[in-house]
């Protein structure tokens, strides 16, 4: 008997791990498939990416490779990376299916909204960097350079440089979902983080010296855009935060009402 008991007590084990490894080889799987398919493209999709830093180099002076086998393994990296990127949707959607039936009901409803702006979020923070930022920094890089030196760029070091950018502007968009997450699963409440505002706001200002040139307009840049999005945060957490409180005595009160007539001894029969 303890033997079965044995069995039965490691089998949910070997059916989560089972998943989780299947779960993983169709993130790998999808990663691959996007990356066969963008592979041809790499050397467009590595000019498009040096498109910002390009516009402000002087007229004849062209980025350089420093590296042997740079010109091939450059694009390689970024399209392998661009794959990862554009599976993070799938990736999230596997994820999302290994842990939903752990959750109850009202943590699926918030979940949910949750992935996709998450995903949303990151994107636009990705594009942010791209479409704004990228133009300021590198025209003021272009601006300071000293006379008598050839602004030529290495494509290995700009790639490493802008994937960086990418990322730390990705997961800086990320601020209202974590700002909500903190006041839904109870870690501080909406009036510590209102009465924290004035720190919140040196320290985007920080991140922003940071990231960006020595410049105020960068800087201001990408202080002010975490800084509303904290706030957007704050408002989500707030509103969400007073629907939870009656949903949950709500259901509180149905799933009593549900259980009562199960506790109940069944009628007397005449």
Known sequence: MSQVSDNDQEMPLVSHLTELRTRLLRIVGAVLLLFSGLFYF?????ALVAAPLRAYLPEGATMIATGVASPFLT??????????????????????????????KHEKRIAIPLLISSILLFYGGMAFAYFVVFPIMFGFFASVTPEGVEMMTDIGQYLDFVLTLFFAFGVAFEIPVATFLLIWVGIVDVAALRKGRPYVIVG???VGMVLT???????????????????????????VKRRSEHETDAEAEAEAAEQEPNDQPPAPQP
């Not at 790499?42 to 590595?46: D, L, M, T």
């Not at 694009?75 to 842990?99: D, E, Y």
């Not at 020595?214 to 509103?239: I, K, N, R």
């Open 75 to 104: 694009p390689f990296k970024l399209t392998m990376m661009v794959a990862l990127f554009l599976s993070i949707p799938i990736i999230l959607h596997q994820v999302w299916g290994f842990i939903a039936p752990g959750l109850y």
């Open 42 to 46: 790499s050397q467009e999709i590595y």
């Open 213 to 239: 040139p020595p410049d105020v307009l960068s800087q201001t840049l990408l202080a002010v855009p975490m800084w509303l999005l904290f706030e957007a945060g704050l408002l989500c957490g707030t509103l």
């Open 204 to 206: 985007c200002f920080a």
